[in-house]
C-alpha cells in the first residue's frame, strides 16, 4: 500500500515508540492523528513537530479501554484527516510485580493491563477495520514485547497480556482478511520513558547499564514501517530484540 496521503492513527502516540512511530510516518506523508489518555501536553508537542516539518496531525484525547471514547475519536479523526487507513495499536501500561510475588498482583491491577493492552488494541481494530475492508485496504500494527514469547517480564499480568496480543493478532488478521494486513512487532527493552514510568529504580539502573540488549527505538519504528508497507505479510509477529530472547 502507498502510505503517502494516507491516515494514520497512533494509539499512545506522544511518547516513546509512540512518539516516534508518529514522526515516522508523518515524514514519509503520512497524516497523523496522535493518540493520547492523559499526556496531552507530549501528544500536542509531537503534533507540533510534525506540523512545523510541513506535515499535517492532530491530537485526539481517548481511553482506548472505553469503547464509547474510541467510537467517538475515530470519528474525530475521520472528520478531521479523513477515513484511517493505518492503525498503530501502541497504548499499553505494566505494573512492575515480580514472578514470585503472586500475592502482589491485585484483581484491579490485572483488569487494567489487560483492558488497556488487549482489549484496547481489539476496540480500536474494530473501530477502524470494517471501513478498512469497504475501502479495500488498511494496517493495523500491534505493539506486542518480546515477553510476549518467553515466560519473564515485569509481572504475569503484562506477560500474559502481550501474549494474548499476539493471539489477538492472528485472530483479526483472519478476520480483516484479505484486504486488510494485521501484523505485530515485539520489542526488546528500549530507552524510553516506559523505563521512568513503570521500572523500580534499582531495576531501570540495571537497564540502563546494559543488563539487556537495548534496542534503538528507531529499530522498531523502522521494522513497524515495514510491516505497514508490505502488503503481502499479515498475522506475523517481528521481534526485534537484539537476540534477547536467545537467552
Not at 62 to 70: K, N, Q, Y
Not at 102 to 131: P, Y
Not at 138 to 167: C, F, M, Q
Not at 182 to 208: C, F, K, Q, S, Y
Amino acid at each position: 500500500m502507498e502510505i503517502y496521503g494516507r491516515v494514520a492513527l497512533v494509539t499512545g502516540g506522544g511518547t516513546g515508540l509512540g512518539r516516534q512511530t508518529a514522526l515516522g510516518l508523518a515524514d514519509e506523508g503520512v497524516l497523523v492523528a496522535v493518540n493520547y489518555s492523559m499526556s496531552r501536553e507530549a501528544a500536542e508537542q509531537v503534533v507540533g513537530e510534525i506540523e512545523d516539518g510541513g506535515g499535517q496531525s492532530i491530537a485526539v484525547q481517548a481511553d482506548v479501554t472505553d469503547g464509547l471514547a474510541v467510537a467517538s475519536m475515530v470519528a474525530s479523526v475521520e472528520e478531521t484527516l479523513g477515513p484511517v487507513d493505518i492503525l498503530v495499536n501502541n497504548a499499553g501500561t505494566t505494573h512492575y510485580v515480580p514472578f514470585s510475588d503472586l500475592g502482589g498482583v491485585t484483581a484491579d491491577m490485572w483488569r487494567r493491563i489487560m483492558d488497556v493492552n488487549v482489549a484496547g488494541a481489539f476496540l480500536c481494530s474494530q473501530a477502524v477495520g470494517s471501513g478498512m475492508q469497504a475501502r479495500g485496504a488498511g494496517k493495523i500494527v500491534n505493539v506486542a514485547s518480546n515477553s510476549a514469547l518467553t515466560d519473564a517480564g515485569s509481572s504475569i499480568p503484562y506477560v500474559v497480556s502481550k501474549a494474548a496480543l499476539v493471539s489477538l493478532t492472528r485472530c483479526l488478521a483472519r478476520a480483516l482478511a484479505p484486504a486488510v494486513q494485521v501484523n505485530a512487532v515485539a520489542p526488546g527493552w528500549m530507552l524510553t520513558e516506559w523505563i521512568d514510568r513503570h521500572v523500580p529504580p534499582g531495576r531501570a539502573e540495571e537497564i540502563r547499564a546494559g543488563a539487556v540488549p537495548l534496542v534503538p527505538v528507531e529499530d522498531v519504528v523502522h521494522t513497524l514501517m515495514g510491516l505497514i508497507t508490505n502488503d503481502s505479510v499479515t498475522g506475523a509477529v517481528a521481534v526485534v530484540d537484539r537476540g534477547e530472547m536467545l537467552g
